[in-house]
């Protein structure tokens, strides 16, 4: 309906004001969030930080060149590579990592660890989903502040996608967003899209520090019928199995499944057709990923309870249980450290001319009792040359 | 490889930008109340696109 000129001129300012008014501060907020630094402490066993285009510098100047945490025992051994942050919306899978770099006393062998594997899907989150931007563990000291992302690497990364996504070097067909999902470009090319040159970066370490052992940390929404598992490539098929077994006897209920032949891109199935690593992918439940959720909040990130899936629960759809209890952040990464603990014991049975042996893990036990922020060091308690940014 | 990719990536925020100018174009040439408004919510991504804040 057309207004008189007076009016018009009222409306339209008052449009435009309306709409400073919610860009402005809505502008601030996501690129406060995108351009977010996350702290970590390099404790005791960190002897070196390094840079992913230290081994791919075609993966240098972008942000996905992310640190790569070298725990060197000095004593000969085997190389195992844990990444954290494929999906940065599974946060069990970072703190996991960081809980690796700020804790572990490697003995024998070299460990390294990407907490941020892939940084970009790190700088953005789900608005729509109404994600949280951050989420906080609380400590003795304080809380420690973490960054909150999503599934897919950030379309200002990369841009724009193809109509459909195919894969190489399989030629495989995909999901148009999935040339941002970190984990259906493995193996990747130095001259592809953003997370294919991040994964080939990845796979140029694995060959050039003959990483043995490969883990890749995952949750997954109770919905997925992947949960509570170690999915392996078939050439580590005989430690998953091993490790599943114990942890199910001893500790807690962790399946194993084999990597699937013609499903392309995921990174236990392509690290080790093409590397000589055995690899290894652990997923743990997640009910913030559920579809069904209710709120999605910092809350059900952390504490994973939510009435709504718990009901879906009741009524058989879901592939893991859930009660009033929900999935706790420390319960999550808990479970994901005891896993990584129990591949690698595995592992050292298998290959003892390689052992990789280290102190300081914290395993589900523990995590659950103290918290994951009891594992989580202070950085103003250590010298400014052991925190970086990540 | 990458060459193309940047070239492709240039002209989509080129498309961006054109969109947005013509969205604020008809912005200031509508006497409709209501249309004023959905203009200048449908101008919010291509904004934050160009400016390469989401």
Redesign the interface.
């Known amino acids: 309906?057309?207004?008189p000129k007076r009016s018009?001129l009222t409306?339209?300012l008052v449009?435009?004001a309306?709409?400073l008014a919610?860009?402005i501060p809505g502008?601030i907020q996501?690129?406060a969030h995108?351009n977010y630094k996350e702290t970590i402490v390099l404790g005791p066993g960190v002897t070196e930080v390094r840079k992913l285009s230290d081994w791919a510098p075609y993966i240098e100047g972008t942000t996905n060149d992310c640190n790569i945490y070298v725990l060197d025992s000095g004593v000969p051994g085997g190389t195992m590579l844990v990444i954290g942050g494929t999906h940065p919306e599974e946060p069990a899978g970072v703190l996991s990592a960081v809980t690796i770099v700020e804790n572990v006393v490697p003995k024998v062998g070299k460990i390294l660890v990407a907490v941020r594997a892939n940084k970009s899907a790190s700088t953005?989150t789900r608005p729509g989903d109404a994600y949280p931007q951050f989420y906080t563990i609380p400590t003795d000291f304080g809380d420690r502040k973490f960054r909150m992302g999503d599934r897919w690497s950030n379309p200002?990364d990369s841009?724009?996608d193809p109509e459909v996504y195919v894969h190489y070097p399989s030629g495989q067909m995909l999901a148009y967003m999935d040339v941002r999902n970190l984990n259906r470009t493995w193996p990747g090319r130095p001259?592809?899209?953003l997370t294919e040159r991040t994964t080939r970066a990845f796979i140029d370490l694995i060959n050039a520090e003959n990483v043995d052992i490969f883990i890749d940390n995952h949750e997954a929404e109770l919905e997925y019928s992947v949960i509570s598992t170690i999915v392996a490539h078939q050439d580590a098929a005989d430690i998953a199995a091993m490790a599943s077994m114990m942890l199910s006897a001893m500790e807690f209920p962790m399946g194993m499944e084999y990597s699937p032949l013609l499903l392309h891109g995921l990174s236990h199935r392509e690290v080790g057709d093409h590397t000589d690593a055995l690899a290894l992918e652990i997923e743990v439940p997640e009910p913030f990923l559920d579809r069904v959720r209710g709120i999605t909040d910092e809350a059900l990130l952390l504490e994973g309870k939510d009435e709504f899936v718990m009901r879906a629960g009741k009524a058989g759809l879901l592939y893991e249980k859930i009660d009033e209890n929900g999935w706790h952040i420390d319960e999550r990464v808990g479970r994901t450290n005891s896993t990584i603990k129990m591949i690698v014991e595995m592992y050292n049975e298998f290959y003892p001319d390689r052992q990789i042996q280290f102190e300081g893990l914290p395993t589900r036990d523990e995590v659950v009792a103290y918290g994951v922020g009891r594992y989580l060091l202070n950085p103003a308690q250590v010298g400014a040359n052991r925190v970086v940014q990540d | 490889m990458q060459t193309v990719q940047t070239v492709i990536g240039f002209l989509y925020y080129v498309i961006a930008a054109v969109i947005g100018l013509v969205i604020i174009a008809n912005f200031m040439r509508t006497r409709d109340a209501k249309k004023m408004l959905l203009y200048a919510v449908v101008l919010i991504p291509f904004v934050l696109r160009v400016l390469r804040i989401k």
């Open positions: 309906m057309a207004q018009q409306i339209r449009v435009v309306l709409w919610l860009v502008g996501l690129a995108r953005v200002l841009w724009p001259d592809g899209m």
